[in-house]
């Protein structure tokens, strides 16, 4: 099945730093989705983005399906976006509907 | 009002219980989904759903089964539990693009 790495595994950041997350994967994608998990547990969907850039806000995100990778930035980084971010694709095909998530990158934000 | 509700939020339950997990969406989507996540772990696909008349197995369903009983309601069995199903378990939804919105999971613990 399709491969889906994030890195890096864990960051921290101090209030107002900006930081990039980055997700690979392994073969061409129909779907890609960034989400947000809060530490209450909570998924959050951020961004549906299978190919190009989108902006909300101070994140942001990138894929260049080409050459399968998809960067998700944050500016100006506050306490409320600490939490784990999840990369999540789907193939297509025989995986058509399903997504294949990675491991996650564990940020904390200090005040 | 949530989009995706799941119901209970927490359950603690023994050995050998049966167990139903409920889920029930307003979006009006065709598509429903269950996943675990263990700690540290990304979420892993269960079972899921296209329309009513729809069930699919996930790449982790043994040990689970699931009715279809509306476009808005899908729920997930455990009919003999064991520790090792131990999670947090998601339902999600999601329409004809693939974005996937998530209720606010159920936490369970098999002793």
């Known amino acids: 099945g399709i491969q889906v790495e994030q890195s890096p595994p864990d960051l921290i950041l101090q209030e107002g730093a900006n930081s990039t997350l980055r997700c690979n994967f392994s073969d061409s994608v129909n779907n890609l989705q960034w989400f947000h998990q809060n530490p209450w547990g909570q998924l959050i969907n951020l961004f549906y983005i299978p190919s190009g850039t989108k902006q909300n806000g101070r994140l942001s995100a990138t894929t260049v399906a080409t050459e399968r990778y998809s960067l998700l930035y944050i500016s100006s980084s506050q306490t409320t976006d600490s939490g784990v971010y999840f990369c999540a694709v789907e193939r297509g095909g025989t995986s058509y509907g399903k997504l294949t998530f990675g491991q996650g990158t564990i940020l904390t934000v200090h005040p | 009002d949530a989009d995706v509700t799941q119901t209970p939020r927490n359950r603690i339950t023994k050995t050998g219980k049966r167990i139903m997990l409920e889920c029930s969406q307003t979006?009006?989507?065709?598509?429903m989904y269950w996943y675990r996540q263990d700690p540290g772990l990304g979420l892993r696909l269960i079972y899921y759903s296209f329309d009513v008349k729809d069930i699919n197995k996930g790449e982790i369903s043994d040990g689970y089964s699931v009715s279809r009983q509306a476009q808005a309601k899908f729920s997930l069995s455990l009919e003999s539990a064991i520790p090792n199903q131990t999670a947090l378990y998601f339902c999600?939804?999601?329409?004809?693009?693939?974005?996937?919105?998530f209720g606010p999971g159920t936490r369970l613990t098999v002793l």
């Open positions: 999600a939804t999601s329409g004809q693009l693939g974005e996937q919105f």
């Open positions: 979006k009006g989507h065709d598509r």
